[in-house]
């Protein structure tokens, strides 16, 4: 009986992933969504984000499924479940991790292997000598960020309106950028001054993830992750760089007004500045998806790397990426994920959830969380970044959260 329960919760959630309706979906009590509804559109009315999806399974099956509001505050596009968003760092875990999760599968890395073992370029640099295990945990001393974009700001000699041979690289509309700057990027980032070795979360660790995936599958990442995950696992709307994938800029929910960068509503291009360099995507950013398609990637995770009958990561690998690994001082970080309750309560997950709890948040709005022992898997997804990213009314209001603890209460999980 357990098992047919199991079944009918992977149809039905294969069902809302391959369809494409704006029907609201929840099996949660009506005093939770209604709690939910209140919480989320008064984050719509106060222009914390001005639309959103929320999607949570429990047990394999989906409690709650719905769409609120619309993509930009002109309300002329309402959002639906077919709607595309910038996941921001949620790639970390929705992408690259799950690359390298494939590739230490296969045996064709270790976790102590050094990430000079595989990119040539960093040969001769204090880089070449990090662990894999230092850069999935953000321990290996890289800086947070390095703003490469802002030396190129209205500099023709870097940007120009028109692709050349020169300049083919487009990082929004009319913005074309040239094509040997990410060599300099590599080279700052090669012989950058690294710190101690001690948790310090940065998007640098992830750019070498994705250049050693590219380096030893000789495939962009982008084609590895869909021809390995997204494509056999039946999702339509998850890719990096959605333009080229044929979706149109009224499919996907704009994110920033850019009056620094490219100077222009960044709508279908990522929104992340270091991942728009290197064609859309750098390991830390450029995944757009909805939050059916990332529930389905994360219930995948829940049930040990199998989704809909067919096995796609061995399940000692998923236990054990999935788990927190102390290192360097830092007890907060799975392999690629974010286990931020592991020591105790925190500000991020309701006080409800399992300190096994593991999952990501993204800078555009977005989170998504596993709860292994509650067998619970929560996505909220927004463009909280539009127009502006400041101030961060999101952190502040602290929606996401409070929407997750009314889920545990509606389900009595806790």
């Not at 925190?346 to 959830?353: D, E, I, K, T």
Request: charged share 20%.
């Amino acid at each position: 009986m357990k098992r047919i329960s199991f079944l009918i919760g992977l149809l039905l959630l294969s069902v809302l992933v391959m369809a494409n309706t704006d029907n609201n979906f929840y099996k949660l009590p009506k005093k939770a969504v209604k709690t939910i509804d209140s919480l989320v559109n008064r984050g719509i009315r106060t222009e914390v984000f001005p639309g959103c999806q929320v999607v949570v399974l429990h047990k394999g099956e989906v409690v709650f499924d719905k769409c609120y509001g619309y993509q930009t505050y002109r309300k002329r596009l309402p959002v639906t479940d077919s709607t595309l968003y910038d996941m921001a760092s949620v790639t970390k875990a929705a992408a690259t991790t799950l690359a390298v999760m494939k590739l230490y599968d296969e045996g064709k890395i270790k976790l102590y292997d050094t990430i000079g073992t595989y990119l040539p370029y960093l040969h001769g640099t204090d880089k070449s000598k990090l662990f894999i295990i230092e850069l999935l945990t953000h321990t290996s001393g890289m800086p947070a960020f390095i703003p490469f974009y802002k030396r190129i700001c209205n500099n023709c000699r870097y940007i120009v309106p028109c692709p050349s041979d020169q300049f083919s690289i487009q990082i929004a509309d009319s913005c074309y950028l040239r094509n040997d700057y990410q060599d300099s990027v590599r080279y700052k980032i090669a012989h950058c001054k690294l710190g101690a070795k001690k948790y310090v979360y940065s998007d640098l660790n992830f750019f070498f993830l994705k250049e050693m995936v590219e380096q030893i599958t000789g495939m962009p990442m982008d084609e590895y992750l869909q021809e390995n995950f997204y494509q056999p696992m039946g999702l339509k709307y998850t890719c990096f760089n959605p333009l080229r994938h044929g979706f149109s800029k009224s499919d996907i929910a704009p994110t920033e007004l850019d009056t620094l960068f490219r100077h222009q509503v960044v709508e279908g291009y990522v929104h992340d500045q270091t991942a728009a360099l290197f064609d859309g995507d750098a390991g830390n950013a450029g995944l757009f998806s909805t939050a059916r398609e990332i529930a389905a990637i994360f219930q995948m995770l829940m049930d040990g790397g199998i989704y809909q009958g067919q096995r796609f990561l061995s399940e000692k690998t998923v236990s054990f990426f999935t788990k927190t690994i102390p290192i360097h001082g830092c007890k907060r970080r799975a392999l690629g994920f974010d286990t931020p309750c592991f020591e105790k309560n925190n500000g991020v997950l309701p006080s409800m959830a399992s300190n096994k709890t593991y999952g990501h948040q993204g800078f555009t709005g977005n989170v998504v969380w596993c709860d292994p022992d509650r067998e619970l898997v929560y996505v909220f997804i927004s463009n909280r970044v539009y127009p502006y990213s400041e101030p961060n009314k999101l952190v502040k209001s602290k929606t996401r959260l409070t929407v997750h603890e009314a889920v545990y209460r509606g389900l009595s999980i806790y």
